[in-house]
């Protein structure tokens, strides 16, 4: 008897509960009908060893709300980055137009002309700018007279300060991550409890620590005070230049080239042609250049695979010696005490995620870093290739690159057994890649109000109501269906 109940209940349970659904989505959909028209924005990520191209993606009903921006798509340049071009300008604009005429596909064309665009280059144009002012703006005129003849609202190309490209890249996690301001379930507007996450970014030619912190800056350059959706926030940013993986492997280089003959970073059994002026034609590297050298020699430079060698020589790029301040990370630089969680995106993530994936080592404790690093520089080139078959070009560099990230990491910026676990490395947050560029693109477009406002709300309070409403009484009407059945049919079997 209760099993024929249950086949007439079940089905109309299941209708029921199905028309529930169904007006659960209908109610708040007047979007639906009307979908939003997207807005879309365009940065150009110039970096010192390649260009990435974002474009990104709103409501355009939403523009000022958190976490709505993400990443419609994105393109890689080919070749190098824009500094890379210093003695053929034209070319570092020709290098753009593949990726740009993706992006005249991706955004769709009626909203071509409101589409800003923008470029941002970071420290390989810092360091151009140093050695050849000329040359850095013979570059900057080539990528601009390139992003002019597309139908973009072209905003400009700029190189930024180390401390932008911190503070945005700060701004760009905490904003994917809505701890800034996050849309509660009832369609009003909360203030996250879980505070702000610092970041850190590791580039080819710079890398930067971010964090919001309670301590009193000593040195008024590392402090940054922003005003976002009506709070104000303490931030403590410094940017390193020429400790970004490409001009640490060539600092590195060249203490070779001083001390040893072979490089203790690289795997035994592997050996490379060094090209002297790929060494020393860096301004990072401008001490230890020789008096006189050829810059066409090539010197054949074979690997020791030193795990200890390697220590050492990574070691002397940190100047600990002295500190103008109560406490410092290296090189005289103020730095209060890390705290609260991290992001550590672009090559900290890449590095991190070989030893884990590559190596199979965990990476969870100041300790866990050490052994890995170790354990990768003891690894001979044959055994690397037969363990990543796939990325032959970089394979010999990320011994040394461990080493960096944990000299850096623990000695560097003091992350202890207590700290190193709030790291996370992670190269995106959702679909959307971790980097200064989006933080960028949000602050040119001000798209991040200082000021506290009445927020739009996504969806009316109203039909929210209303929608609970509902559900309650379709329960009820199940509920009463459910207990009527049963009792008929109790009737029916006393029969
Ligand atoms: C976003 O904020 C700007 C100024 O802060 C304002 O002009 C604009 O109308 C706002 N947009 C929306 C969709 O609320
Ligand atoms: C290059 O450096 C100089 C001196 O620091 C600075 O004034 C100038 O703005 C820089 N150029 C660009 C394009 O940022
Ligand atoms: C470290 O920095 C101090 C002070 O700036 C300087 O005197 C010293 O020579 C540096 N040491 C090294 C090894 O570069
Ligand atoms: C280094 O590698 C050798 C040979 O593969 C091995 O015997 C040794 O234990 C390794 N040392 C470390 C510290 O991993
Ligand atoms: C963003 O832009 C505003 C001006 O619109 C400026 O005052 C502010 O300092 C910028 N924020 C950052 C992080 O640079």
Known sequence: M????????????????GLAGLLLLCIPTRDVREPPAYKYGIVLDAGSSHTSMFVYKWPADKENDTGIVSQHSMCDVHGGGISSYAEDPPGAGRSLVSCLN????DVPKERHSVTPLYLGATAGMRLLNLTSPAASDSVLSSVTETLTQYPFDFRGARILSG?????FGWVTANYLLENFIKYGWVGEWIRPRQGTVGAMDLGGASTQITFETASQAEDPANEVKLQLYGQSYRVYTHSFLCYG?????????AGVLQKWSSHPCWPIGYS?????????????TSAQRPQDYDVNTEVTLSGSGDPILCQQLVSDLFNFSSCPFSQCSFNGIFQPPVVGNFIAFSAFYYTVDFLRKVMKLPVTSPGELRIAAKALCNESWVKLLERAPGQQARLADYCACATFVNQLLLQGYKFDEHTFPSIAFQKKAGDTSIGWALG????????IPPDQRNFRKGTDYGSWVVLILLFIVVILVALAMLFCFARSSKSQSAI
């Open 102 to 105: 993706q992006a005249m596909k």
């Open 245 to 253: 993986r490409d001009q640490i492997l060539k600092r590195l280089l």
């Open 440 to 447: 960028y693109m949000l602050n040119l477009t001000n798209m």
């Open 272 to 284: 490379r042609q060094v090209l002297l002026k790929d060494v020393y034609m860096s301004p990072c």
């Open 163 to 167: 401390q932008d490209e911190g503070v």
């Open 2 to 17: 209760a099993g024929k109940v249950l086949a007439v209940l079940l089905p109309l349970l299941l209708c029921l509960s």
